[in-house]
């Protein structure tokens, strides 16, 4: 409106069919809006039910270990809440949005690690060996253990005999073990003499 003649000014160029519909001073575009407010309500929603989950669960066990996974969850949603109002108040350059969702992504996983902690999905240990149980000496290729005194099988000229279930000086263990049966030999083939 041109306030000084009282008159409106129309323009007389038709709109041109390839300007730029990009919106101007910080709107968003809808889909975008949605996207943005469903990951809020997603994140909110988790970060309140690993909170709760791990008080309820930390108080029920006494499991202390609960309570921090509990403040991690909330260090994390702080980061995320400060980046998000920094970024709205205009106070940040628009190239930290790749740094909020990473954030975001961060307390996704916390929220997820802290259930899984919680509920106690975790690997299941393995099982004791046998050779983890015997108190001396193992022999594999017997199953079998020695239990006693096998400290001296770790020093020179000694090894362990299984015959007199223990370590003895490799010099006299001829005498413990059964004499091997003779090799018998072969005459000579026929051909090379």
Known sequence: INAEYGTTCRSTFPMNPTHDTTPLFGEEKPKKRLFVLATTVLLVGLVLESLIVAVVFGLKDMVYDHFIMAAVVLAVFGVVVTLNRWLSEGDLDPKFRYLLAAVVALAFLTCVSTNLYVFGMRPKPIPPTP????????????????????TKCNLTDFCFVPVARACLNCSNVTRFLPT???????PPPAFLE
Do not use: K, L
Request: with cysteine; aromatic share 12%; hydrophobic share 20%.
């Open 131 to 150: 050779s983890s149980q015997c108190g001396g000496f193992y022999a594999a290729s017997t199953n079998s253990c020695f239990p006693g005194d096998v």
């Open 180 to 186: 091997p049966p003779p090799i018998p030999t072969q």
